[in-house]
Antibody
């Protein structure tokens, strides 16, 4: 079965840290760029970060730049997002998504919920 | 990194056609043929409907089509069906290498 499975979400206090993981199975992972996209409760989609297939190109949204680090391990078909100095406005469902052969996110995970609250 | 501009809502009757616009700038939508569209039903994961402005992934109905003129991309849904009722988001590559989504459009099938 083709799937992306995220984990690592949870409840964290403001200023805390979390490391999100996304494991791919049944699909080609190592040759595709990967992305993190988040969605705050009742809000729209927000692109967070992307990493190229070889990790040579990494980009972040201004909202997380300097506080987050994206990485991947192609040998383990895994994608990561280290999030530090978390703020209440980081509360959201975090999806990992694969960029397909064309420019579009063709495969999405089910998401992992991150709640930042005291 | 300002969000692309989409109408908050659109509506149409079954069988009709609707178009959702997505307006950006020459640094994103207008500068690249890298616009994609996503459908999201409540509580569900987004689904890719259009990539590279006008291409449909395998399995997506040909009732869905995409286009672009200048800094505005459009998603057209023809022959509206009840199951098309959902939120729709556009996304574009930007000149800084980042990506940006539109604010989303709620489609209501009357």
């Amino acid at each position: 079965e083709v799937q992306l499975v995220e984990s690592g979400g949870g409840l964290v206090k403001p200023g805390g840290s979390l490391r999100l993981s996304c494991v791919a199975s049944g699909l080609t992972f190592s040759t595709h760029s990967m992305n993190w996209v988040r969605q705050a409760p009742g809000k729209g989609l927000e692109w967070v970060s992307s990493i190229s297939s070889s990790s040579s190109y990494i980009y972040y949204a201004d909202s997380v730049k300097g506080r987050s680090t994206i990485s991947r391990d192609n040998a383990k078909n895994s994608l990561f997002l280290q999030m530090n100095s978390l703020r209440p406005e980081d509360t959201a469902v975090y999806f990992c998504a694969r960029r397909g052969s064309g420019d579009g996110f063709d495969i999405w995970g089910q998401g992992t919920m991150v709640t930042v609250s005291s | 990194q300002s969000a692309l501009t989409q109408p908050a809502s659109v509506s149409g009757s079954p069988g009709q056609s609707i178009t959702i616009s997505c307006t950006g700038t020459s640094s994103d939508v207008g500068g690249y043929n890298y616009v994609s569209w996503y459908q999201q039903h409540p509580g569900k994961v987004p689904k890719l409907m259009i990539y590279d402005v006008s291409n449909r992934p395998s399995g997506v109905s040909n009732r869905f089509s995409g286009s672009k003129s200048g800094n505005t991309a459009s998603l057209t849904i023809s022959g509206l069906q009840a199951e098309d009722e959902a939120d729709y988001y556009c996304n574009s590559y930007t000149s800084s290498g980042t990506r940006v989504f539109g604010g989303g459009t709620k489609l209501t099938v009357l």
